[in-house]
Nanobody, 124 residues
Framework: RFSCRASGGGLVQAGGSLRLSCAAS????????IGWFRQAPGKDRAFVAA????????YYADSVKGRFSISRDNAKNTVYLRMNSLKPEDTAVYYC?????????????????WGKGTLVTVSS
C-alpha cells in the first residue's frame, strides 16, 4: 500500500531557503502524481506544486512560481520541494499527497493518499 511522509520543515528567516522531502513507500505506479499542499493557521489547505512521477511535468501555484521548485528522485522514491526567498506568508504546515494520475493539475479533492505534514515557519 502506498504511503508518503513529509519532512524538512523548520524555522527560517524571511528570504531564506528550505528543502522539504516527501518520502514515498509501498507500491508506486508510474502514473502517480505527487502534490505539495500547505495549510496556514485559520485557512484552508491550498495547492502549492505538483509533479508527475514518470514524466517531466510540473505545476505551481501562482503564489510560489519563481521561488519554489519541485523535483523527484525516482531511485530514492522521494519528491523534493525547494523553497527559496521565503516570506512570512509561506508559514504553514506542508503536506505531500499522491493521486492516481487522473487529474492534472491536482486539486485537494483529487488526492488519494495524504502524508503527515511538516511545519514551516518563516520569521520576519
Amino acid at each position: 500500500r502506498f504511503s508518503c511522509r513529509a519532512s524538512g520543515g523548520g524555522l527560517v528567516q524571511a528570504g531564506g531557503s528550505l528543502r522539504l522531502s516527501c518520502a514515498a513507500s509501498g507500491r508506486i505506479f508510474s502514473s502517480y502524481i505527487i502534490g505539495w499542499f500547505r495549510q496556514a493557521p485559520g485557512k484552508d489547505r491550498a495547492f502549492v506544486a505538483a509533479i508527475k512521477w514518470s514524466r517531466i511535468s510540473t505545476y505551481y501555484a501562482d503564489s510560489v512560481k519563481g521561488r519554489f521548485s519541485i523535483s523527484r528522485d525516482n531511485a530514492k522514491n522521494t519528491v523534493y520541494l525547494r523553497m527559496n526567498s521565503l516570506k512570512p506568508e509561506d508559514t504553514a504546515v506542508y503536506y505531500c499527497a499522491a493521486e492516481s494520475g487522473a487529474a492534472w493539475p491536482p486539486n485537494y479533492d483529487d488526492m488519494d493518499v495524504w502524508g503527515k505534514g511538516t511545519l514551516v515557519t518563516v520569521s520576519s
